[in-house]
């Protein structure tokens, strides 16, 4: 699959500050990617420089092999949704509607009304900065969509929505990329909710990508091995890779890099009372990674 | 790309339209009242008198509409709304979030920067031209038909909008916050002014001879509000029609002006193309001129408080103060300049090694100017031009005078010498009797050298009025008395350059206050006047008349309390020295001066007595004498 979006080592200084330190990234097109991280990891600056927001000071943003920057023919296929909405000053939904449209030339005046049926809470003639965070962040989606975009960028896209609209809204998601073969490149803290819809996953950290693969890579490359020994925990092999282990009584429970039936092999060899090899979380995943590169949940006592 | 999608977009466009329709909306209701509404009410109030003619009466009513339109030609109210405007539609730069917004949209920076420019221009013109139309109708309605006036008016009010706003859009580009973008657009109309002030106020502390204040130089109109303010009038041409009209005259400089607004909005464009957007919210938004702003705040710091302190606290220090200015501008200007880091970076403690070694060098260029201009390095204070490239000079000592013949020009060119030869003399004078005030006199002597190139040299200087200054002939101040000693000077200063031609009106008078302090006036007949005027001449051209500096103790025992109020009128142009600097008789208010009485009035007071209007055995005071009454009467 081609790379609909292609990120090579760039580079964003704010000040003193670097935020963006060399980064890497491939979008597949018509996937789902997940940009994950911990706070002040640089995704939110990441996605602006995919939008031709901020200007790099270094590296390259392409969308489909061209730049972004200041390309409004690139740009006009490309929506982002943030988490830091803006709507003019006494805009309504409707007025809003006028200007997407009158921006986008592909804007979907069929699927506006359509999709009012979805959202059919909102008071379309009222005030959208009256509305609530969670309608405002529905708005940005109805407009959003409604502008058929081949690459939707969202940040923290369902933070607000209560969840019978989040489902919603990730349902519509999925049938436009099924429909349209849209892009969707996003960024969440809500892991549990990438997993059921990201086909690619990011792990970005101190402004860097620092793992990237397909979920069902990522799932494979890591698993939680349960197993116990009759007289502890015999001295393993150099080649088992752990990345945190933790015990109760003659159970242990072991996070280990690398094939899990390989896993299991090496561990029979050592007679165990049993070896068990459970899957693991996209979170499981994102905290034992995020452990190895300094950033693990530490055990303070208050 | 199409150059209208490149350049232009209908879409923002109506969104401007739409958002920000109070703006345009207030300046229509504004524009409104100050052209068509107070016409109107002018016109309304102008009551034909059935005695004039139909000629007479139709120019009336016209010179009425024209002075009605003095409120529409103040820059003000444009420059007012130039900077709402710029500043609102480019509001969006100012917030993060709209900031991102915008620029997510598939618009180039050029197309969002013109739309949103041609947006808050046409916001401006568009009032203005309905207000343009809504006034003919006005004017055709009371049977006015001369266009040109108001069409002046258009051009006038369009070109100050133009310059306004793109004045504004500028100061909007520099910044991330809208309140800083109007201080700022504030400062960049009263910057040059600014720059000046502070230089003159430091080379007035520092250099001998150079002036503090700031007179009117080329450059003023790089402050357009003040010199459009100034320049910018509705007066009568001079070419003695029967009927005269008002015309806004001072145009010329919107043609530059346009220029200028040209280059601004080219500016403001560039600055927009290479923007970071993440500068929202930053009190300076262009990265480079960080160190511009804490320089230029360190300077100004240094140089306001320098020149505010020193008048608070020496008003009447005469002389050099080298090591004030040197310590108390440094460490203002070093405040100035920590104060401009705690705006850009928004926090307190900004005093980091990086940018402490940076106010390390600031200092040592200030200091570097200030030594330097403290050692003249550039000659100013020794700076006298050449007798050849002299035109003329207009001097303000004991009284006024201008020197036009080679000779005069020569002597007073070595009296200037003189004056900086003696600097350290008179430095030294002021220095050890600055505390004493009833013991130090002192007058203040300003040349303007007027070179035949069109340039000009001013120098003032503060010189001592003592006796062993005055006296030593060959001192300066001996040589300035000799010079000032000029009958024919005297008589200029009090009847113009022609008093030959002078016309007296008839309404001069005598002042007189007796022993007892009580003041009487005589109304002069016509024949008194010009009996008593001739009698003036005569003792002034006599060379026992003499006008002495005002703290000359000579002065008070010279000089008599009485004095006689001349009025008269003199051909237009012609030089008079009444006034404040240079002047020259407009024509349309006679001119009227006292000239107090000295012990040299001889001819004079015999007139006075022999006219009855003094008695003969009435005694007439000293103005020392007059003091003492008045204290005495007082305590």
């Known amino acids: 699959m081609t790379d609909m979006i292609r990120v090579e080592n760039l580079r964003k200084n704010f000040g003193e500050f670097c935020a963006l330190d060399g980064v890497d990234m491939h979008v597949p097109g018509g996937s789902i990617y997940g940009l994950v991280g911990p706070n002040g990891a640089g995704k939110t600056t990441l996605l602006r420089h995919i939008m031709g927001i901020y200007r790099q000071d270094e590296g390259s943003v392409l969308v489909e092999g061209k730049p972004v920057y200041e390309q409004p023919d690139v740009k006009k296929d490309m929506i982002l949704i943030s988490d830091d909405l803006f709507y003019f000053q006494q805009a309504d939904t409707l007025e809003m509607k006028g200007f997407y449209k009158g921006i986008y030339p592909g804007f979907d005046e069929k699927l506006f009304e359509k999709l009012q049926e979805v959202f059919r809470n909102i008071d379309v003639k009222r005030r959208i900065r009256k509305l609530s965070k969670g309608m405002q962040k529905q708005v ?121 039936e390989k896993a299991r092999g090496e561990l029979e060899k050592l007679h165990p009372l049993f070896v068990d090899v459970l899957p693991l979380t996209l979170e499981e995943i994102f905290i034992y990674e995020m452990g190895g590169a300094d950033y693990g949940i530490q055990e303070i006592l208050l | 790309m199409g150059f209208r999608k490149f350049c232009f977009n209908s879409t923002i466009f109506r969104k401007n339209v739409r958002s920000y329709w109070p703006i345009w909306f207030s300046w229509l209701l504004v524009c409104l009242w100050i052209l068509p509404g107070y016409t109107w009410l002018q016109i309304h109030a102008y009551t034909e008198a059935g005695a004039l003619e139909q000629a007479r009466q139709e120019a ?338 004991s009284y006024r005078m201008y020197l036009e013949k080679p000779e005069e020009i020569r002597r007073c060119l070595e009296v200037h010498q003189c004056v900086i030869q003696s600097r350290k003399e008179f430095e030294q004078y002021f220095q050890e009797n600055c505390r004493d005030r009833e013991k130090r006199s002192a007058m203040k002597w300003s040349l303007t050298y007027r070179l035949k190139n069109g340039r000009s040299l001013t120098r003032s200087y503060d010189l001592p009025l003592e006796d062993c200054y005055v006296e030593d002939s060959e001192g300066a101040m001996g040589k300035l008395f000799a010079l000032e000693y000029n009958p024919r000077k005297y008589l200029e200063y009090y009847f113009s350059a022609a008093p030959e031609q002078l016309k007296l009106t008839g309404e001069s008078s005598f002042h007189h206050i007796n022993g007892k302090g009580e003041y009487r006036s005589h109304e002069l007949s016509e024949e008194e006047e010009e009996r008593m005027y001739q009698a003036l001449k005569e003792d002034i051209l006599s060379g026992n008349y003499r006008i002495y500096p005002w703290e000359y103790k000579k002065r008070d025992t010279e000089n008599y309390a009485d004095f006689l109020a001349f009025s008269y009128r003199l051909p237009k142009g012609t030089r008079t020295f009444q006034e404040m600097g240079e002047s020259f008789y407009t024509g349309k208010y006679p001119e009227y001066i006292t000239v107090p009485l000295t012990r040299g009035c001889e001819k004079t007071i015999n007139l006075l007595r022999e006219l009855g209007i003094l008695d003969g055995n009435e005694h007439i005071m000293t103005e020392r004498e007059f003091q003492n009454i008045a204290e005495d009467m007082e305590f």
């Open chain 1, 140 to 260: 940005s989606f109805w407009l959003g969509l409604c502008s058929s975009p081949r690459i939707l960028i969202l940040d923290e896209p369902v933070d607000g929505l209560d969840p019978v609209m989040r489902r919603q809204i990730w349902n519509l998601l999925l049938a436009e990329k099924k429909k349209r073969g849209m892009t969707v490149l996003v960024s969440s803290h809500n892991l549990r909710e990438l997993e059921e819809v990201c086909d690619y996953v990011g792990i970005m950290h101190q402004g860097r990508i620092r793992m990237e693969r397909s979920l069902q890579e990522l799932q494979g490359c890591v698993s939680k091995v349960q197993t116990a020994f009759e007289q502890g925990m015999p001295v393993l092999p150099e080649t088992f890779q752990v990345l945190h282990m933790s015990n109760l009584g003659r159970v242990y429970t072991m996070i280990v890099k690398g094939d899990s």
């Open chain 2, 60 to 397: 009336e009513k016209l010179r009425y509409a024209v002075e009605s339109l003095s409120p529409a030609i103040s820059p003000w109210p444009v420059f007012l709304f130039g900077a709402v405007s710029g500043i609102a539609v480019f509001s969006y730069l100012y917030q993060s979030r709209s900031a991102n917004m915008i620029h997510a949209l598939p618009v180039r920076r050029e197309a969002l920067f013109l739309t949103n420019y041609i947006s808050g221009l046409l916001f401006l013109l568009i009032p203005q031209f309905l207000a343009f139309v809504v006034t003919v109708f006005v004017w055709f309605g009371h049977g006015i038909t001369h266009l040109e006036y108001l069409l002046r008016w258009l051009g006038l009010a369009a070109g100050e909008a133009f310059l306004a706003y793109s004045l504004a859009v500028f100061a909007a580009m520099l910044t991330g916050q809208a309140a800083v973008g109007a201080i700022c657009y504030v400062a960049l109309n009263y910057l040059y002014k600014g720059v000046v002030s502070i230089v003159s106020a430091t080379m007035g502390m520092l250099v001998y001879g150079m002036n503090r204040e700031t007179g009117e130089s080329w450059g003023d109109w790089l402050s357009p509000i003040s010199f459009l303010q100034k320049n910018i009038q509705l007066a009568v041409r001079e070419n003695n029609q029967e009927f005269a009209i008002p015309e806004i005259q001072g145009t010329d400089c919107l043609f530059w002006y346009g220029l200028l607004a040209c280059l601004l909005t080219g500016a403001a464009l560039a600055i927009y193309r290479s923007r970071n957007l993440e500068a929202a919210s930053d009190v300076v938004a262009i990265s480079w001129l960080k160190p511009v702003f804490r320089w230029c705040g360190g300077i100004a710091a240094g140089g306001f408080c320098t020149y505010m302190v020193w008048g608070m606290l020496f008003p009447d220090r005469f002389g050099n103060l080298f090591r004030f200015v040197l310590l108390f501008g440094s460490v203002t200007a070093a405040g100035g300049f920590f104060l401009c880091e705690m705006i850009i970076r928004k926090k307190f403690l900004v005093f980091t090694g990086k940018r402490l070694k940076e106010c390390g060098l600031f200092l040592a260029v200030l200091v570097l100017f200030l030594v330097c201009v403290e050692k003249d390095v550039l000659k100013l204070e020794q700076k006298v031009p050449e007798e050849e490239g002299i035109s003329g000079i207009y001097l303000e000592g």
